[in-house]
């Protein structure tokens, strides 16, 4: 599986963006999706995960009620919707694709590149 992360970009604090990840092959539905992120100078972390239907979604609780995951099985693609962004929301946002639902690094089977959101503040 070949993941390709996308939608990053500048944006003001509190304004929206959405990424995007889009999986090659045809098992994409066979793995539970994420996304993490990592800042300057930090560890790479959880953001959201959503389980292989889509039925069962997942939070850090730094973006809880203000980021949404979601998946659209037929397209291969993870979106992460993100709202009321904070100057802490900078970073380096990276989709992956597990077989469990566990969000954790080491349990990544597949990561995307990464794409960057700024946010100014």
């Known amino acids: 599986v070949q993941l390709q992360a996308s939608g990053g970009g500048l944006v003001q604090a509190g304004g929206s963006l959405r990424l995007s990840c889009a999986a090659s092959?045809?098992?994409?539905?066979?793995?539970?999706m994420g996304w993490f992120r990592q800042a300057p100078g930090k560890e790479r972390e959880f953001v959201a995960g959503?389980?292989?239907?889509?039925?069962?979604?997942y939070y850090a609780d730094s973006v809880q009620g203000r980021f949404t995951i979601s998946r659209d099985n037929a397209k291969n693609t993870v979106y992460l919707q993100m709202s009321s962004l904070k100057a802490e929301d900078t970073a380096v946002y990276y989709c992956a694709a597990q077989r469990a639902v566990m969000f954790t690094e080491d349990a990544t089977d597949y990561w995307g590149k990464g794409t960057q959101v700024t946010v100014s503040s």
């Open positions: 959503i389980t292989w239907s889509g039925g069962s979604t």
């Open positions: 092959g045809r098992t994409f539905s066979r793995y539970v």
